[in-house]
């Protein structure tokens, strides 16, 4: 009426098929490293390894009205630096690569270590504002009293909207404690 | 006994030794015999449990003021993480995994599991798993992984040898459940008495059956994972190192793509066993029961479809939070389906309130509770707010502690009598229901409103607003596990000196297992019978079947 028990040999042949598939689930998982990998890129999710667009075909043949540039750095009371721009303002066309120098100061007695944080006004300029080099980018040991200079290398992004004319940037620089 | 069995010995015997009962701490080490392993899985189960248990109450304990009281914020996440690793595979996995092990041949007429040395293997790899995830992590430099059960890179791959414990432990566990799996599988398929097909077996067998595949295609992925980290930690690969071009990500992908199926795997089991109580204590047949198969198969589907909704906040494009979100909910369907069956059981039921019918009665609806809030959770938008809050905490102990271990508690409860001989203290069984209802909701009901205010999971110390819930979280804590030791005490003084009990002692239990005598016979199906058997396992006629 039913079908015949099963043999021994039934059930380590189907042990076999489940170890298997055990198996193929393990590989399984390390597959997903190239699936998801082929999915970000074939979607455009994997935003990251996107290259980073400066301006635009559409916009380059008609020459852009410079923007006002100035510049400026802050300290909270109390910290031991002093930091200067070495230029206040100037003018760029968008596309146009700028450089321009920051003077840092560790004005205490003691191994310092900063770090500094770029502000943007209008704080909506920051997309614009394509940075190439800054001291920002990284925490900055200084010896007591010691001085260095820092270029701070940025692009003005051709999609800057017309209106946009004026555009501050502006540094403020922290200790990093527990950094000596 | 032992008379009875040697006497029928030579009548089957051609290795006496598979007859005999052994005696002494041999019949542990070497077991083979189906209702020996699943003891020792239900002992284990349950002394993780008291493990897992007093992290938690180490946890509720720092908790109950703000302020560090007890604990450095470092030993706290240690707490969290290994009281997460215990309850789930040192707890409630091996307890289903027990349960299936004691029953699943008594409900399909089968002489013991398939392959009995592989079962003992699989079982024994656990306590050393659990050695190394307990005892010694703590012990090492470092101490124990403290980045969370999930295991999140790039924690895990920072943290100190503790994490490689961690590690290790996973995969014994993992190919401790993956044997354990297979050996199930084959004696659902292979074993069946005959009679007793597919879309007539009992719920419970459904229910593992299905488990059990789902263990066998996810823990292998959590093997990889952890895999992966190992290689991150000692080898120099960057899986999920950003500075090597990996992505932290990733690990998230992976890790849920196990972490989802995994919560039906701890929550199916338990639909099986509230399968039988329900329709037991109502004196009715289950309601639906072809639905509740094809429910319990669409939810073990669906469960490998939704697993980023545990990742809302990483940053996903919004068609892909909406793919989500609608998967998940639409996993609220079979489980209403189940719920529904449920009570359209007990309707107009003849019913009865033992402790196994209130604890499955509780299940109902604390489960519903925490399924409620699965669906707030999948909504990505809610979710975005509540990710990684207080919120989560009290949604998935609604699922696990009043789910899946209510669910256990109820097991252990019916199926006492067949497996001991004996009944529990039905007084006691009630109290240490009331007990743990009421206490269970004293510590996790407030967690929503400490989740809706915005406290977060897996810190120490918290804002002085969150104070008074906390309190009361901690003191409930504490109250529900001194109830734990109601239940040891009840089951170790009935396993002694409770009053005996009959063959079927629940007047409207049709299935298998009680149709054979109390205690189940050591040796029990050793001919299978010929059945004639209705749903759910429902037994109208037996035919031969010897036991010994």
């Given at each position: 009426m039913d079908k015949p028990p099963a043999t021994l040999h039934d059930n380590r042949l189907l042990l076999l098929k489940l170890l298997l598939l055990a198996c193929v689930m393990f590989v399984f998982a390390w597959g997903l490293i190239p699936v998801y990998d082929a999915l970000c890129r074939l979607t455009g999710l994997g935003s990251l390894q996107r290259p980073d667009e400066v301006g635009s075909q559409r916009l380059a043949a008609t020459p852009l009205a410079p923007v006002l540039l100035t510049f400026d750095a802050t300290v909270q009371p109390g910290l031991p630096w002093q930091v200067r721009p070495l230029t206040r303002t100037l003018r760029a066309v968008p596309g146009e690569f700028v450089r321009v120098d920051y003077e840092i100061t560790n004005a205490s007695n003691r191994q310092v270590v900063g770090q500094a944080i770029p502000r943007y006004l209008p704080a909506a300029a920051a997309e614009y504002v394509k940075k190439l080099d800054c001291f920002c980018f990284a925490q900055q040991a200084f010896a007591p009293g010691e001085t260095r200079r820092f270029p701070v290398v940025f692009v003005v992004d051709k999609n800057v909207p017309a209106g946009l004319d004026s555009i501050t940037l502006a540094y403020t620089v922290f200790d990093v404690p527990g950094r000596s | 006994m032992t008379a009875i069995d040697s006497a029928l010995q030579p009548a089957?015997?051609?290795?006496?030794d598979h007859h005999a009962k052994p005696q002494g701490i041999g019949r542990w080490l070497f077991a083979t015999n189906h209702k020996d392993i699943g003891s020792l899985y239900l002992w284990f189960a349950f002394s993780m449990f008291i493990f897992g248990g007093v992290l938690a109450l180490c946890i509720r304990a720092e908790l109950f003021r703000p302020g560090l009281q007890f604990w450095q914020p470092e030993l706290f996440n240690q707490f969290t993480t290994l009281h997460g690793l215990i309850m789930v595979f040192g707890a409630i996995m091996p307890a289903f995994t027990g349960l299936a092990n004691w029953m699943l041949p008594l409900m399909i007429g089968a002489p013991d599991m398939a392959f009995a040395r592989m079962n003992n293997w699989s079982f024994w790899l656990l306590p050393p798993a659990a050695l190394l995830l307990l005892l010694i992590s703590f012990a090492v430099p470092g101490g124990a992984a403290a980045a969370g059960w999930t295991l999140y890179a790039p924690l895990s791959t920072q943290m100190g040898m503790g994490m490689d414990l961690t590690i290790f432990a996973i995969h014994i566990m993992g190919v401790s459940s993956i044997m354990g799996s297979i050996n199930i599988i084959v004696t659902i398929l292979n074993l069946r008495a005959p009679g007793m097909t597919m879309m007539k077996m009992p719920m419970f067998a459904w229910a593992s059956l299905i488990t059990a595949y789902l263990i066998i295609a996810v823990m292998p992925v959590l093997a990889g994972v952890v895999t992966m980290v190992l290689t991150d930690r000692h080898f120099g690969t960057h899986f999920f190192n950003a500075a090597g071009g990996g992505d932290p990500v990733l690990y998230q992908h992976i890790f849920w793509f196990f972490g989802h199926p995994e919560v039906y795997i701890m929550a199916l089991p338990a639909f099986g066993i509230v399968s039988h109580i329900i329709p037991t204590f109502s004196r009715k047949p289950l309601f639906g029961y072809t639905s509740m198969v094809y429910a319990t198969s669409s939810i073990a589907i669906l469960s490998f479809m939704v697993w980023a909704h545990h990742m809302f906040t990483t940053g996903m494009p919004a068609t892909a939070q909406l793919f989500f979100m609608y998967a998940t909910m639409l996993i609220a369907v079979p489980t209403g389906v189940k719920v529904f069956n449920w009570i359209g059981t007990m309707w107009q039921g003849s019913m009865s309130f033992e402790t196994p019918m209130l604890f499955a009665i509780g299940f109902i609806c604390l489960f519903t509770v925490g399924g409620l809030s699965g669906v707030t959770l999948s909504i990505a938008a809610i979710d975005i707010q509540l990710q990684d809050t207080y919120y989560v905490v009290a949604h998935f102990h609604y699922v696990l502690v009043a789910g899946a271990l209510f669910s256990l508690f109820a097991a252990v409860y019916y199926w006492f009598p067949k497996m001991t001989g004996r009944m529990y203290s039905e007084f006691w069984g009630r109290f240490h229901f009331w007990w743990s209802l009421l206490w269970f909701n004293v510590t996790f009901f407030p967690m929503h409103f400490l989740g809706l205010a915005g406290m977060p999971r897996r810190i120490p110390d918290y804002n002085m607003q969150f104070t008074d819930f906390n309190t009361l979280a901690s003191v409930g804590a504490f109250c529900f596990g001194l109830g734990q030791l109601i239940f040891f005490a009840n089951m170790l003084h009935s396993l002694r000196h409770g009053r005996p009990a009959a063959a079927r002692p629940w007047e409207g239990a049709d299935t298998l297992e009680w149709q054979i005598a109390t205690p189940a016979p050591y040796h029990s199906f050793v001919e299978a019978p010929d059945l004639e058997v209705g749903e759910n396992g429902r037994i109208d006629a037996m035919h031969g079947g010897k036991h010994h």
């Open positions: - | 089957h015997g051609t290795a006496p």
